[in-house]
C-alpha cells in the first residue's frame, strides 16, 4: 500500500519549534523491507535551541533515527556532488518506507558521513557506508492524535492522517454503547452512533468532522510469504486508536457540549 508522506512538509524551521528523540540504528534490506539488525546502541533526545516547555508536549510521533548502511551508488551518479548522489539515492531507498519496529520514513533529515567507499571486481557501482538521520513517524502508546474518517465498516473505523492510513478503530474501542446502521450513501458502509449516556441524544461519526483518538497500539506484522489474490495490501505497521474517553471522537461532539456547559442559567 502506498504510502503519501510526500504531502507532510518538514523543512529546517519546523525543526526549531520541534523535538524529536533520536536513536542509533543498524538495518539491512530482507525480503523487500528493511529490517533492524539489532537493538540501539545509542539513544538521547534531540532539542532544538529554541525549544520549550510547550515544544516538549507536541510532535511526539515524529522522531530521529540516525542509521549506517552500505549504499551502492549508480555510476551515472558520479558526475554530481557526493553528497547530493548519496542523499538522492537514500530518498529513493527509505521515503514513504516502514522500516520495522521503526516506523515510516518521512523524509532524510542529515547525513553524517560517507566512508569506505570501494568498487567490487567486475563491478562499476562504487559503494559507500553512509551514516545518515531520517524523520520517522511512530506515534507512541497513550498519544492524542487527530485524524480523518476514510472509511467506516462493521467492523470499526479506519482513520488517516493523509500520508498515513493504516489507523483503525475496533469495535471495542469505540464509545459504549454504539451501534451502526447501514450508510445510505455507500454500499457495504455503515454509520457508527453513540447514544449518550443517561440521555436519548445519539452523536453521529459521519466523517465530516475531524477525529481525536488515543493510539491503543502500534504493530509491525510479520511479513506474509504468500498472499492470496483477494486480500488486502499487506500493511508494514498498523496503528490501532481507542475513541472510548471523554474528549475523544468527532471534535465537534465536544465542542458542542462546551458551548451546552457554558450558556448562561436563567435566574
Known amino acids: 500500500m502506498p504510502y503519501y508522506a ?4 518538514l ?3 519546523d525543526l526549531t519549534s520541534t523535538h524529536f528523540p533520536i536513536s542509533f540504528h543498524f538495518i539491512q534490506l ?5 529490517q533492524v539488525l539489532k537493538e540501539p546502541i545509542a539513544s538521547g533526545v534531540f532539542l532544538p535551541p529554541r525549544a520549550d516547555a510547550k515544544t516538549l508536549k507536541t510532535t511526539q510521533m515524529f522522531y530521529l533515527s540516525r542509521i549506517e548502511h552500505t549504499l551502492r551508488l549508480p555510476p551515472h551518479l558520479l558526475s554530481l556532488r557526493l553528497e547530493d548522489a ?10 514513504d518506507k516502514v522500516i520495522a519496529n521503526l516506523g515510516l520514513c518521512i523524509s532524510v533529515h542529515s547525513i553524517q558521513s560517507i566512508k569506505d567507499g570501494f568498487i567490487l571486481p567486475n563491478d562499476g557501482h562504487p559503494t559507500f557506508r553512509v551514516e545518515f538521520t531520517l524523520i520517522m513517524f511512530r506515534p507512541f502508546v497513550g498519544e492524542i492524535i487527530v485524524a480523518k474518517l476514510k472509511e467506516s465498516t462493521a467492523n470499526g473505523l479506519r482513520l488517516s492522517l493523509e500520508f498515513f492510513d493504516d489507523i483503525y478503530v475496533p469495535v471495542h474501542l469505540l464509545p459504549v454503547p454504539s451501534h451502526s446502521v447501514p450508510d445510505p450513501g455507500k454500499r457495504d458502509r455503515v454509520m457508527w452512533i453513540w447514544k449518550f449516556p443517561d440521555s ?8 465530516i468532522d475531524q477525529i481525536k483518538f488515543q493510539v491503543h ?12 489474490e483477494d486480500s488486502k495490501p499487506f500493511a508494514p505497521m498498523v496503528v490501532t486508536g481507542s475513541i472510548d474517553f471523554d474528549g475523544l471522537g468527532p471534535v465537534s ?9 457554558e450558556e448562561p442559567k436563567d435566574p
Open 6 to 9: 510526500s504531502l507532510l512538509k
Open 11 to 13: 523543512n529546517e524551521s
Open 30 to 34: 530482507r525480503n523487500g523491507f528493511y
Open 86 to 95: 548519496v542523499r538522492g539515492e537514500l530518498e529513493k531507498l527509505f521515503l
Open 200 to 207: 436519548d441524544e445519539e452523536l453521529v461519526i459521519d466523517g
Open 217 to 228: 497500539s502500534v504493530n509491525f506484522p510479520p511479513i506474509p510469504i504468500e498472499q492470496p
Open 253 to 261: 461532539w465536544w465542542v458542542d457540549a462546551e458551548d451546552k456547559d
